[in-house]
């Protein structure tokens, strides 16, 4: 029995993949779920074996495919990602010439509650960067988490910097964001020391043709495994008594300058958001904090004590 990951795969499926590999730059983690589900779209609604007539889908297919994996149990998130990979692979077939319409054009997903991300407060950050020793993995370990911390980065985006990329004179770094886009952050006092301390010995360990900004012990870039695992044995030995993953830096990031600066906009520049509505969900976070601070100290908002 053919399984989404071994079953033949359609040409005009793959034309598309291809095309969002080389032509959209999308990632192999994004191309990998989409053809998973467009395999199950052509397995719903098509006979299996027969050569795909594509132009026979219609909305009614469409909303079926999404209802049946709703029955199933597929979260929102699940169900707008397949609507999204099969309005983008029609969209792609009109282009081609293959068919006139869009039938998934106007599907909608079933709406699920929004998961807020978490944060660390800004103590538990100062806790969490606050690492002892000029040991070298103490001094690298400082300057990745204060890089993750200063400037927002992805996990990706991090463990692909190369020393080219960083100047501490002018306080920036570049970096190659999602679909290859460049952006330029700025970089922090803090993060700038310690990253100036670990260019100073990153060369004990690093190889002589490694162009990577950080290195492990056997000269070559981190990966992204661990690094994750490196944050969270820091984390622990900080007294923080949660996972601590390089995301979460990422989200105190954007909710600690949103906080401060209440500028959205700028927030989604220093993140690389291509879509403003992703970033909107620190403001929701920012909404909870001034909640918080509302019910702890406006006069008419503190819960009176009983008379006994």
């Known amino acids: 029995m053919n399984t989404p990951d071994t079953a033949p795969m359609d040409g005009r499926i793959q034309a598309y993949l291809n095309h969002l590999a080389r032509e959209r730059a999308c990632s192999p ?3 990998s779920n989409y053809r998973r589900d467009l395999i199950a779209l052509r397995g719903h609604v098509l006979l299996p074996g027969a050569e795909p007539d594509w132009s026979r889908v219609t909305v009614h297919d469409i909303r079926a495919l999404v209802a049946a994996r709703h029955r199933a149990g597929a979260s929102g998130r699940s169900l707008q990602r397949l609507l999204s990979a099969v309005r983008g692979f029609f969209n792609f077939l009109i282009r081609e010439g293959v068919v006139g319409a869009n039938p998934a054009q106007g599907v909608r997903a079933p709406k699920t509650p929004r998961k807020l991300p978490e944060v ?5 950050v100062g806790r969490l960067l606050e690492i002892p020793g000029d040991s070298l993995p103490a001094v690298r370990d400082r300057a990745v988490l204060e890089l993750f911390y200063s400037s927002g980065l992805r996990l990706s985006e991090l463990t692909a910097l190369d020393c080219t990329q960083l100047d501490l004179e002018d306080g920036m770094v570049r970096v190659l964001g999602k679909g290859r886009k460049v952006r330029q952050v700025p970089v922090g006092r803090k993060a700038r020391e310690a990253l100036a301390a670990w260019l100073r010995v990153r060369s004990q360990w690093a190889a002589v043709d490694e162009p990577a900004l950080f290195v492990a012990r056997h000269g070559r870039r981190l990966t992204p495994r661990t690094i994750q695992q490196r944050m969270a044995r820091r984390a622990l030995s ?27 906009r ?8 291509a879509d403003i509505g992703t ?18 100290a406006h006069p008419r908002a503190r819960r009176q004590k009983q008379n006994s």
């Open 29 to 31: 983690h994004t191309v």
């Open 120 to 124: 660390l407060d800004v103590e538990e």
């Open 238 to 264: 900080q007294g923080l008594e949660r996972h601590v993953h390089p995301h979460l830096l990422r989200h105190s990031f954007a909710s600690h300058i949103l906080e401060s600066s209440q500028d959205l």
């Open 266 to 273: 700028a927030v989604q520049e220093l993140l690389g958001h």
């Open 279 to 296: 970033t909107q969900i620190y403001t929701h976070l920012d909404y909870q904090h001034l909640a918080r601070v509302y019910d702890a």
